[in-house]
DNA sequence: TTGTAAGCGTTATCAT
DNA sequence: ATGATAACGCTTACAA
C-alpha cells in the first residue's frame, strides 16, 4: 500500500530516474519538473522503502567509525557491543564499524585517529572528545569534508557535531544525591571523590549532588578531591581526606575510583558510612553485593553505543536529523536487590 | 562479503531456486543434493540477507497480533506503543498489527480476540493472557494452528507459547523490599495492597517483598489487603487496614491501587509512612514528586511491546526460537530525582 | 535534461 | 526434481 517511486514517476508523467535525482536532490532535474514531483511526493505521503534502499546500498561501501580510548575500559567495552549490534542490524546495508581505539588520553593520538577513520572513507563518526580546541578543529575540518559527526559520553561545544549521545551528568548528580535524601536525609557531612576537575562531565555530576545535598538539613559537601581515574591515587586521596573530615560520613565516588575509595574507608574502619557510586563495573558490583556500596547510579553504555550508531545511519542514510541536540540516557539506580 | 544464495548455486552447480528449496526444506530437492547445498551454507557461514528477504515479503500480507485489555489502561497504551515501533522498524517486510483489545477482563470476550486475529491471518500472537484452561487450551490450538504465540506481560503454564516477555515479578517485589532496606533498616511494619490475591505476578511481588522484609531486623509484614485496581476500593480497605494496624509505617503497593491508598494514609494524617509502589503512571509520578512516594519500581511496558514484536519477527520471518523461555525486563528504580 | 536498463538478494511461479 | 525468469523498490551508469 506505500507510495513507491515507480508510482510517483507515473503520475508526474516522468521516468523513475527523474525522481530519484528530484527526491534527493541529485540536480539535473528542470525546476518546474522538480515541484511537480515534490509536490506529489509530498501529497502521497512518500517514504522510501527500507528494503529497497539497503538493498542498492550494497553496492556502496558504508562505513561508520568509532574514536574512543577503548583498550581496558570496561565501560567503553559495553558502548562498542552497543554499537555493533546496532551495525548488525544494518548489516543488509553493507554498513560496517571501523575501530580507532587508543589506551591513553592524548590528543595527539585522538588526531591521529580521526584522520585514519577519515582516510579510511567512512560517512559518519562517533566519537568520545578530549576537550581541546585541537580536537574541536579536527571535527570541524571532518565536518566540513561532509562526515557526519556526534559526540558519545563527552561533549565539546562550538563544533559541528550533529548531537550529544551520553550521559547526563548532572542529572546523574542529583540522582545520587536523591539516593541519599532517603537514606540519610539529614546531617550529611559528605566528601566527593571525582576523576579529574578539568574534566566537565565530572563536575556537572559534582554539581548536580552537590545543589541536592544542599537542599538537606544539617548538611554539606566537606572536601573534594581526585582520583584521576586511578584506583592507587584513589586510595591515597580519600584516605587523606577522610583522615582530614573525621566528620565525613558520605563518601560520593562521581567518576572512577570508588574501588581504591573503599578500600580506604574499610582500612580506616568506618563502618556507618553511606556510598554512592557511578557505573556498574564489575568491581563496583562486587562491592555493592558487599554492602560496601549502597547504590550506584549507571549511564548504559551499551544503549550508549546503540543509539550512537543509529543516529548516524538516520543521518547518513535517511538524510534524518536527530531528534534533538542532546540524547541523555536514563540514569539507572541500581542497589543490590536490581543488580 | 557475506554469502548470497547465487554464490552457492555456483558451487554446487545447481540453480537459485534448488538452494532455495533445500535452504529452506521445502521440498522436491534430491536429498543428496539437498545435502550437498546444505554443507556449502554452512562452511561459508551463509546467513539471509535481510533487505532481499524484505523485498520479497512484501508480496506477502504479513501481520502479527496483539490481544491485551488495552482500552483506558496506561500501562497496556505505553506497551502498545513500543510494539509499534518495533513493527514501523520492519516495515519494509510489509508487516502490520492488528491489535484486539477490550476493557475488562473477561474469558469470553479474550477467546473472542484470539478467534478474531486467527481468522485475520496473522502469523503471531502476542497475548497477556487470563491463567484459565480454556485461555490455555485456545493457546494450544493457535499453536497447532502454526501461529507463533507468546505472552507479555503475564504468563500461563502447559502451553506452546514461545516465551514470556514481561515483568519479574519476584524481583520487582525483592527490588522493592531492598529499597525499604536502604530507607528504613530496622523496625519495619509493613502493610502491603496488591491487586487481587488470585493474580499470580501479584503474588510474585509480594514474595519477593516478604522475602526482603523479613531480612530486617525487628520487621514484619503485618497484613495485607486487595484493591482489585480500583482506586476507590484501594482507599477503603487501605483506612481499614491502617485503622486497624496503627503500628504500619510502611505500605508497599504490589499492583494499581497507589492513588487511593495514599490517599487513606493521607487523610489519616500519617507522616512517618514509607510508601513503595509499582509502575510509573502519571498518577504515580505526581505522587513521587509530592513526596507521597518515595520510590516505585518500574517494569518497562514501551519495551515489552517492542521486545514481544522483534522476538515474534524472529520467530516468524527467521525461524529463530528466542535465546531464553523468560525475557525478564529490567526492574527500574525511580525517585523523584530520576523519573 | 531525461529515459533506459541493469543490478542488489530472496522468493515464487511456471516450464521443463 | 530442477531450472529459468520475473518480481519486490531503489540507485546509478550510460544512452539519448
Redesign the pocket.
Known sequence: M?V???QIAELA??????V??A??G?????PE??KRILKIAEEMG?T??R???A??????NLSFGIAANIEGNEFFADLLRGAKVATDEYSDFGLTLKIAGGRRYDAAQQLRQLSALQAAGVSGIAVCPLNLPEIEEKINSLVAAGIKVITVNSDIENTGRLCYVGCNYYQSGVTAGGMLRLMRPQEVKAGIVTGSIRMLGHNHRMKGFSDMVKTLPDSAVVDVCESLDEQEIAYEETLKMLKSHPEINTLYFAAAGAVGGVRAAVDLGLSDLTVISCDDTREIRKMVRLGLIQATVCQQPYQQGYRAVQILFDAVVNNIPPAQEFCYMDNIIRIRENL
Do not use: C
Open positions: 506505500p513507491t517511486v515507480k508523467g516522468v521516468s523513475r530516474g527523474t530519484d535525482r527526491l534527493n541529485r540536480g539535473n532535474v528542470r519538473v522538480e512518500y522510501p522503502n528494503a529497497g534502499k538493498l542498492a546500498y550494497q553496492r556502496k
